[in-house]
């Protein structure tokens, strides 16, 4: 549970990050030059190589990736808050909570199983509209599709149902 706010700060600065990129705020030349890291202690140096990005539109690319894992990373987060909580997977799916839960869940698979093209893997049980706190999720036909912000009403969403699991104590008192 301490890692949720972690991960959903991360999920904002990579969209803060392609924003900036996309406004033109990054420059390419500079970023993309060799680096040399070098480790406190000194007992590590490590040369990242320049010219990485061939093109304007893999500067960008590389961006939306980011954007992808950090997406991928708090929805995964959000689900082990959910476990470590004590609220296993509801079967049958009846209450909000329970609707929530699986839905969590969901992304959360489609994330786990391939984080850079994440993919939808729905189980028949799981395969329905999903609704809690005034929103609706249809997942009824998107097994086996790759997973678009669109299918769940926007990037945003993730936001409102980690709200919603939080004011319900499905992930945990730490969590806000």
Request: charged share 25%; net charge negative; proline share 5%.
């Amino acid at each position: 549970m301490n890692y949720l706010p972690t991960a959903f700060a991360q999920l904002f600065f990579s969209w803060k990050l392609y924003n900036y990129a996309l406004d033109g705020n990054i420059d390419r030349e500079a970023l993309d030059s060799e680096i040399t890291f070098q480790s406190e202690d000194r007992s590590q140096i490590f040369v990242l190589p320049p010219r990485i990005f061939e093109s304007a539109g893999d500067f960008i690319l590389a961006f939306e990736n980011n954007l992808t894992i950090a997406f991928g990373a708090a929805v995964i987060t959000l689900d082990r808050a959910r476990h470590e909580a004590g609220h296993d997977l509801p079967d049958p799916i009846q209450s909000e909570n329970d609707q929530c839960i699986a839905l969590i869940y969901q992304i959360r698979c489609a994330f786990a199983h391939d984080i850079a093209e994440p993919r939808w893997r729905i189980k028949d049980r799981y395969r329905r509209i999903y609704e809690f706190s005034g929103m609706q999720f249809n997942l009824k036909n998107l097994d086996e599709e790759v997973f678009d912000y669109h299918q769940i009403g926007g990037p945003d969403r993730l936001i409102a149902i980690k709200d919603y699991a939080a004011a319900n104590g499905l992930v945990g008192p730490r969590v806000r």
